[in-house]
């Protein structure tokens, strides 16, 4: 059973009061100091959302599956046989991996968050937060309130997440807010991407957008992240699947998903040659933002 870790469990703070947290006793509940609301913290996962925000979030999830997946097994399927949707150029993560080892902080624990990321830690002291107690998240949480304090995090990563979120503005301002004054916040923004559910999709920016958005920040750096082929190959294979007679159905449209997926698969490695093209923001995918909290 993994334990909840000592410099994720001194940042906490309660969604409700950002009152300070109890550690887990035998029951496994982490009891807020000030207001004296209870979170459970499931084999080392602590569970910190409001009740209302917890209940919203379940709601959300049982309409997605509702409308997406009628027939449940067999568009489950499909959906695991299309290919992954885009094909970054992978410059974000050799710029995260390169900021994530200069981000640690003499004389302490350093301590991220990876928003909305289940995967492998990004490094061992940046933490997976979600929504939901998947399988590698190390906190769950509300992105649009943060159970941290001010000034507490050396590093926020938080890659495809914010056109999912009701509040981009609100979002980038609870991050500001959560790092210490000097340290970076790594974002995947997407712009011409088509509408995707997970379980909902609000939002989409330009790169003048991405400046206004992260304006409080300082040393921005936008660059484009998935280019102008995933742009192509992404909207074709809608295009394709969306037209189809009887894509109404989950299961046909998830089966011409999968197949024009992967037929249109090899039109995202010609943004090797896009990456060199400067107006390659005119039409990109997504940008990667790299931007630092003023000191
Ligand atoms: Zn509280």
Same mark, same amino acid.
């Given at each position: 059973m993994a334990a909840l870790e000592a410099p994720l469990l001194a940042v906490l703070r309660c969604p409700a009061c950002r009152g300070g947290l109890e550690p887990p006793g035998g029951q496994g509940v982490l009891a807020c100091r000030a207001c004296g609301a209870r979170y459970a913290c499931r084999e080392g996962t602590p569970i910190l959302l409001e009740a209302g925000t917890a209940r919203e979030l379940i709601e959300a999830r049982e309409r997605f599956y509702a409308r997406e997946i009628r027939a449940p097994r067999l568009a489950l399927l499909a959906r695991r046989l299309a290919p992954p949707k885009v094909c970054a150029w992978g410059r974000e993560g050799a710029a995260v991996r390169a900021a994530l080892s200069e981000a640690v902080p003499a004389g302490r624990p350093p301590v991220g968050l990876n928003i909305g990321h289940a995967g492998p830690r990004a490094a061992?002291?940046?933490?997976?937060?979600? !929504?939901?107690?998947?399988?590698?998240?190390?906190?769950? &949480?509300?992105? $649009?309130?943060?159970?941290?304090?001010?000034? *507490?995090?050396?590093?926020?990563?938080?890659?495809? #997440? !914010?056109?999912?979120?009701?509040?981009?503005?609100?979002?980038?301002?609870? #991050? =500001?807010?959560?790092?210490?004054?000097?340290?970076?916040?790594?974002?995947? #923004?997407? +712009? $011409?991407?088509?509408? =995707?559910?997970?379980?909902?999709?609000? +939002?989409?920016a330009s790169e003048d957008g991405v400046r206004? &958005?992260?304006?409080?920040?300082?040393? $921005?750096?936008?660059?484009?992240?998935? /280019?102008?082929?995933? *742009? %192509?190959?992404?909207?074709?294979?809608?295009?394709?699947?969306? /037209?189809?007679?009887?894509? /109404?159905?989950?299961?046909?449209?998830?089966?011409? @998903?999968?197949?024009? /997926?992967?037929?249109?698969?090899?039109?995202?490695? %010609?943004?090797?040659?896009?990456?060199?093209?400067?107006?390659?923001? @005119?039409?990109?995918n997504s940008f990667y933002v790299c931007a630092r909290k003023p000191r």
């Open positions: 061992p002291w940046v933490y997976n937060a979600d !929504i939901g107690p998947y399988p590698g998240v190390d906190v769950v &949480l509300d992105a $649009l309130r943060l159970p941290v304090g001010d000034g *507490t995090l050396d590093a926020v990563l938080c890659f495809r #997440v !914010i056109e999912h979120v009701r509040d981009p503005a609100r979002l980038v301002a609870e #991050v =500001h807010r959560a790092l210490r004054p000097g340290a970076r916040a790594h974002f995947v #923004v997407p +712009f $011409l991407e088509p509408y =995707h559910l997970a379980p909902a999709d609000y +939002f989409r206004e &958005l992260f304006r409080g920040f300082e040393d $921005l750096r936008v660059e484009v992240a998935a /280019g102008p082929s995933a *742009t %192509l190959a992404w909207v074709l294979m809608e295009w394709l699947s969306v /037209g189809l007679p009887g894509s /109404g159905h989950p299961l046909v449209y998830g089966a011409a @998903k999968a197949f024009w /997926g992967w037929v249109l698969y090899p039109l995202r490695w %010609l943004d090797a040659w896009f990456r060199r093209r400067p107006r390659s923001a @005119k039409v990109a």
